[in-house]
């Protein structure tokens, strides 16, 4: 008989006893169903905020070798998940697409429209109907078609201007040329007219979303700014739809209709017309929301895209050349290339998935959200969890891409099927699934088209003494890690007679 005083402690060690041997195999289920992806250790209250410095892209590629391709880590007290294979992006952004399909709540986006638009909104019916309509009314491949003759103005426009920097031999900052194109192509289809001098909106929007795109804790500064830049923008956007509402009480025929005077259409109304319950109703603050977002997603993308295109064929001039060979044999020297002869060119194929390879124009996507917990390959992910895919990294995986990753080589993509679009994880520049960019059609139009037009008019050298070794590709830091410095050269115009 055990003595009284060690009866009770005896019964305790029984049961604990009892429950480890009975209940041995639930808990380590549980166990392992809990075990989260490795990862730095975090600090107690910014995380893991601190290490990510001026390009996170490449401080978590460089994670990643050490902590493999899911990643866990803290951004102040969110916990968050880092993606950075082909093979885990296909399961987060395909196989469990529906659990990841939704976006945080972040901070300073609540400042501004909050979840009134669609790259920000979380999953759900609003955004489901925001994205059909902006696909409908906007993106879909009749309306690019729609838009072709406007991009070929806008184009004229600049070729003419470079032609005459041609004429006299003048070294043009690049970036700045490009920029101004792609935005006036972008407001044209949008807004219905070339850029509003009244209003910077094009510096607004890069303020608001570089801003957005910072990794803070809780940072008063950047909350004021973001106040700022968004009365700003609000104010810019209430008048031009204020001009809008104007001109078209004088009725304009469908044909001339942009995508204000669409939105416009609805409303009052519900923005899915089979909503009998009437649960989203389009009002002033939804117009704005959506135009703003439509604007942010078309302008910086394409523009940071072809300025890093210009940039490599600039340093390649042999791949520039070929290029060059490519357009001149399908559409000759006497005219301009057309949208029309853009899915006969190959090698420009190549040549963007070459550069959307290198230079993913969002290289952590969007950050996603996942709805519910989930165990993926063993690892825990609990709901609420921030979900970032390294892009960047995916696309220079010398795994993939072999000991060339980092090497400008459209030539990698002769003889294969890798597409660009979403359905093939190697590469993934416009992300993949629900949350899958839903401009990828026109930014690739886009994209294309300037490249062609630039480099079929023109042949293109360096400043005078600067060799292509000398050319700074530096990243700056913002959402479309865009060239650091301008691209500065200067244009020779090498087509026959004066089209342009
Ligand atoms: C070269 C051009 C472009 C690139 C590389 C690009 C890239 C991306 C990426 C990486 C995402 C995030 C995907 C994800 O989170 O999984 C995205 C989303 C988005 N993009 Fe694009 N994009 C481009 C052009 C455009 C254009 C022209 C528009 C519209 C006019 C647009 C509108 C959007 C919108 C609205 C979203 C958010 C979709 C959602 O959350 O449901 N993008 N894009």
Request: charged share 25%; aromatic share 8%; proline share 6%.
């Amino acid at each position: 008989m055990l003595p009284q005083i060690l009866a009770i402690p005896a019964a305790i060690l029984f049961v604990i006893f009892t429950f480890i041997i009975f209940l041995k195999p639930r808990h380590k289920d549980w166990n392992s169903t809990k075990k989260l992806p490795p990862g730095p250790k975090p600090l107690p209250i910014i995380g893991n905020i601190h290490i990510l410095g001026k390009l996170p892209h490449r401080t978590l590629q460089a994670l990643a070798i050490k902590y493999g391709p899911i990643m866990s880590l803290k951004l102040g007290q969110v916990p968050a998940v880092v993606i950075s294979s082909p093979e885990f992006a296909e399961l987060f952004l395909k196989t469990h697409d529906m659990v990841f399909a939704s976006r945080p709540k972040l901070q300073l986006v609540e400042i501004t429209f909050g979840r009134k638009g669609l790259v920000f909104t979380e999953y759900g019916g609003y955004w489901r109907n925001v994205r059909k309509l902006c696909i409908m009314q906007l993106l879909s491949a009749s309306k690019i078609e729609m838009f072709a003759p406007l991009r070929k103005k806008e184009l004229g426009l600049l070729v003419n201007t470079l032609k005459k920097a041609s004429d006299s031999c003048e070294v043009v900052d690049l970036s700045e040329f490009i920029g101004e194109v792609v935005e006036n192509i972008t407001y044209n289809i949008i807004l219905g007219r070339s850029k509003d001098d009244r209003f910077d909106i094009k510096g607004l929007i890069h303020e608001i979303m570089n801003l957005i795109g910072t990794f803070n804790v809780g940072d008063y500064g950047l909350k004021r700014r973001t106040m700022k830049a968004f009365k700003a923008v609000n104010e810019a956007l209430d008048q031009i739809i204020n001009d809008h509402e104007h001109s078209s009480s004088v009725e304009s025929p469908q044909c001339n209709k942009d995508f204000i005077d669409i939105l416009l259409s609805y409303m009052n109304q519900p923005m899915d017309p089979h909503d009998h319950e009437q649960r989203h109703i389009v009002g002033r603050a939804n117009i704005k929301a959506i135009i703003l977002d439509m604007i942010a997603g078309a302008f910086d993308t394409s523009k940071t895209a072809i300025e890093w295109g210009m940039s490599e064929l600039i340093k390649n001039p042999t791949t520039m050349k070929k290029l060059q060979n490519e357009i001149e044999a399908l559409v000759g020297i006497k005219r301009q290339v057309e949208e029309k002869d853009l899915n006969k060119l190959p090698y420009l194929d190549m040549v963007v998935k070459e550069i959307l390879r290198l230079y993913p124009v969002g290289p952590l996507l969007v950050p996603h959200e996942s709805l519910e917990d989930v165990t993926i390959n063993g690892y825990f992910i609990e709901k609420n969890t921030r979900i970032m895919v390294n892009a960047w990294a995916i696309g220079r995986d010398l795994r993939v891409w072999s000991e060339n990753c980092d090497l400008f080589f459209p030539e990698r993509f002769e003889n294969n099927d890798v597409d660009v679009k979403g359905r093939d994880f190697r590469l993934i520049p416009f992300g993949s699934g629900r949350r899958g960019c839903p401009g990828t059609n026109m930014g690739l139009t886009t994209t294309k088209i300037v490249l062609a037009q630039l480099v079929h008019c023109f042949s293109w050298e360096l400043p005078l003494g600067m060799s292509s070794k000398d050319l700074d590709m530096t990243e700056d830091s913002g959402l479309a890690i865009p060239r650091s410095k301008h691209l500065l050269a200067t244009p020779t115009y090498r087509l026959l007679g004066d089209e342009a």
